[in-house]
């Protein structure tokens, strides 16, 4: 009985993959064709965000520019630049933590770290307070963060 049940099991399944072997054919096909259409989106999608930042890049040389003219020129006649040696000297002589000095320049203290480090460069909005806080005293500073908690 036992050599007829895996006969007629192999039978019955035998039968079964004759039936689905069409419809298997076809969604292999579509895979195929599925698969090959990602792969073909997703180097669209590489080279469109290259364009793109290179097209950012294009555009913050000039704004860089831009700011630093904007910037009211300091009393011997230069255009200020931020230096990044600059910030961090500051925070050292107001005894600040990067922490605090978030506070008084309105942002995270990641970003006076990065800024500090030279990994990133501020906006413009964050050069003007910047430019401000480099000029402040220590007191005015620490008046300023008071103020702030």
Known sequence: MNTF???F??????????????????????LTSHRSEIAALKRDVKALTSQLKAAQRQVK???????EEEAPARKSGRKWVFKPEALAAKR???????????????AGHLSVYRWETGKAYPRAAQLLRIREVLDLGKRKALALLAEAQ
Not at 12 to 28: D, F, N, S, T, Y
Not at 61 to 67: D, E, G, L, M, N
């Open 61 to 67: 040389t000039p704004a860089k520019a831009a700011v």
């Open 92 to 106: 050292a002589e107001l005894g600040l933590t990067a922490k605090e000095m978030g506070k008084l320049l309105q």
């Open 9 to 30: 099991r192999a039978e019955v399944v035998r039968m079964a993959r004759k039936e689905l072997k069409p419809e298997i054919q076809g969604m292999r096909k579509a």
């Open 5 to 7: 049940s895996n006969a």
